[in-house]
């Protein structure tokens, strides 16, 4: 009971002093604001971006490989040392089709852009694969309407292709797109399938695109100098490691490679991308742990100096609520309730300016910022803790005063 | 008995040098007297009036306040003294200026764990006594020179205190506002109460039963009065 209305006494003292001394009471949480503002408003990026990327990432599924010429994450100057590798091939996909044992399909790509028409429309830009009949298991790339071309169309190199959702809405839009004929970079295909709606992956719009056979492909447009990728699904994600194995001893094998000599080529997996990603963010978090352990630091010393000045100006009334009966650790907490508010009023303006941040972020940006509410509420622990930490030595200067010294204080 | 000060020395040392401020003091003083310390500066009246007010304690003697042993307790327990048995009223008031008069005739009780609802009943009564119901939400920079006082008699007598402690109660008011709180004090003695009063006014102290005059760090004179 005596402790509850002693410490209500506090924070009524505390409110007081922070009422009389509003300028000198905000200059002084400044540091904690910058502290607190910064490390929500990363955390809620990170937050946001994690949100972002893990919907992203979801489209290159956990249970395909990519054997690829060069790796997805790099350093700077491995590109110059990989691109003398020898292209990935056709013929090298057929092989690792005929001899993988945890492969349930294995689909070669390559591309291209160019204009699609159909008779006066026409869209720029399209992203042209060309592919085999395993692209419909690697890809999900079940059609909405109509099919996907079959080993047959592949092997007789027939000109048909599969339009992705936005390319047949643009050109066709409510007529029937199935069977009539467009140009691909001027050559005429056969509209045989339409893809479903699959929205965009990291900006890129993957429904406006066209997928041909492969065969096809080479004849059209060439491609006897450039690589191609091998997709390589497998039947279940645990399978990932046990394939990069089996793949890499093959294409090895395919490839001669002597014991003792490097890889020519890399094999893909999304939890590459996720490590870079965790890199990335893990660096956001050492600068939100950085700058806000530097601004809390700046921020309780200036909550320290700012309670030394007041407990030097309140002299007096320390000497007369001694007088009245005002024990030791009466006086202490008084002080201590005052540092920890501070702290907390900072705290709060932090909160809020993170709030507004991630709102301008999120309205203004493709970069979604959300609040998580654990991250304030243990900033006010933490932070609160720190006025606490900073407030013990102005606080127990106060606390030890003479009564008869303070009093005659002037 | 209510106050017994057997043989109490105080030594202050400044430095390497050892003054002396009291240099035996005894005194006894009963339930409802009302005492007046007087003495040119340096007597030690101050000394004295610190000790018997529990803000500092003897280096030397006895000092028995309602039984308790005063001279041998800590900071906490002079603190729990002073709360309890003490009502101190000051020359320079010696009001919190940023709380309201209410407020500061509450804060003894604060100390001592009060509801606040008795707490603020209590201080409202203290402050009818000394008339100043009407100026109660008031801050001490509205109120005059004599208010403030009659505010600081008020916070000293919430506690109902043993001893009511007055230094130089007078010494900031004009002789007329000066008789208003001496007459205040007077109709708490008739209360039963028991006054020190510290004054180096022989026209005050005459508002006393017992004039005690130190010199030196020493009674001089104990006389009483008619």
């Known amino acids: 009971m005596r402790i509850l209305i002693y410490m209500w006494e506090g924070i009524r003292i505390a409110y007081d002093a922070l009422r009389s001394y509003k300028m000198r009471s905000i200059l002084t949480t400044l540091g904690i604001v910058i502290g607190v503002t910064t490390v929500i408003t990363i955390v809620a990026l990170i937050q946001g971006l994690n949100g972002a990327f893990s919907k992203e990432i979801s489209s290159i599924g956990t249970d395909t490989v990519y054997i690829q010429k060069f790796p997805w994450v790099m350093k700077e100057d491995d590109w110059l040392k990989y691109r003398n590798r020898p292209n990935l091939t056709l013929e090298e996909s057929d092989q690792i ?12 790509q390559i591309g291209t852009a160019r ?9 720029e830009q399209v992203i042209i694969t060309g592919t085999t009949a395993d692209y419909l298991l690697t890809s999900n790339a079940n059609p909405e309407y109509g099919r996907f071309f079959s080993e047959n169309d592949v092997n007789t190199n027939r000109r048909v292709c599969v339009l992705g959702y936005e390319v047949a809405d643009k050109l066709f839009g409510q007529s029937d797109p199935l069977g009539r004929r467009i140009t691909i970079g001027g050559r005429k295909f056969r509209v045989i399938g339409v893809l479903d709606k699959k929205g965009s992956f990291f900006g890129w719009n993957m429904d406006v695109l066209a997928i041909i056979p492969i065969g096809a492909f080479r004849s059209a447009f060439g491609a006897q100098r450039r690589s191609i990728e091998i997709e390589v699904k497998l039947a279940s994600p645990d399978q990932i490691e046990e394939a990069e ?3 890499t001893g093959l294409m090895r094998h395919i490839r001669k490679l002597t014991p003792g000599k490097e890889n020519n080529f890399a094999i893909n997996k999304q939890s590459m991308l996720l490590d870079t990603y965790n890199q990335l963010t893990g660096t956001l978090w050492a600068v939100a742990i950085g700058v806000g352990a530097i601004s809390l630091l700046v921020g309780g010393i200036g909550i320290m100096n700012i309670l030394l000045v ?4 309140r002299t007096r009334e320390i000497g007369i609520r001694k007088a009245l009966g005002a024990r030791k650790s009466d006086i202490l907490w008084q002080f201590l309730i005052e540092a920890m508010m501070i702290c907390a009023l900072g705290v709060l303006i932090g909160i809020l300016l993170a709030v507004g941040i991630a709102k301008l972020v999120a309205a203004t940006t493709p970069v979604p910022a959300a609040i998580t ?5 243990l900033g006010l622990f933490f ?3 720190i006025g606490l930490f900073f407030g013990i030595y102005p606080a127990s200067k106060a606390a030890r005063l003479n009564p008869i010294e303070a009093l005659r204080y002037e | 008995m209510l106050i017994k000060l057997e043989k109490i020395e105080k030594v202050y040392e400044i430095g390497a040098v050892q003054v002396p401020a009291l240099r035996g003091i005894h005194l006894n003083v009963d339930k409802n007297e009302y005492i007046a310390i007087m003495g040119p500066s340096g007597s030690g009246k101050s000394t004295l009036m610190n000790i018997i007010g529990c803000l500092d304690t003897p280096s030397g003697g006895e000092y028995l306040l309602n039984q308790h042993n005063v001279s041998t307790m800590d900071d906490d327990q002079l603190a729990e003294i002073r709360n309890r048995e003490i009502g101190f009223v000051f020359q320079t008031f010696n009001l919190l200026p940023r709380a309201t008069a209410l407020h500061n005739v509450e804060l003894p009780m604060i100390y001592n764990g009060t509801a606040s609802a008795l707490r603020r009943q209590m201080a409202e009564e203290a402050l009818e006594k000394v008339g100043l119901a009407d100026r109660m939400h008031h801050k001490p920079n509205e109120l005059s020179g004599g208010q403030r006082q009659r505010v600081a008699i008020a916070r000293a007598l919430v506690n109902r205190p043993s001893i009511i402690l007055a230094d130089e109660p007078t010494g900031n008011l004009d002789s007329r506002t000066g008789d208003e709180i001496m007459e205040i004090f007077e109709g708490l003695h008739e209360q039963g109460n028991t006054i020190i009063l510290v004054t180096h006014e022989e026209y005050i102290a005459e508002h006393s039963n017992r004039i005690i005059r130190l010199r030196d760090g020493l009674i001089e004179r104990d006389e009483s009065v008619h």
């Open chain 1, 97 to 108: 089709r005929a001899a993988s044992r945890l492969a349930i399909a294995v689909a070669p």
């Open chain 1, 383 to 385: 932070v609160v803790a």
């Open chain 1, 245 to 247: 194995y089996e793949l």
């Open chain 1, 115 to 123: 204009t699609v028409k159909f008779e006066e429309k026409s869209v």
């Open chain 1, 373 to 377: 509410w654990w991250v304030a509420i």
């Open chain 1, 310 to 313: 007041s407990v030097t100006e």
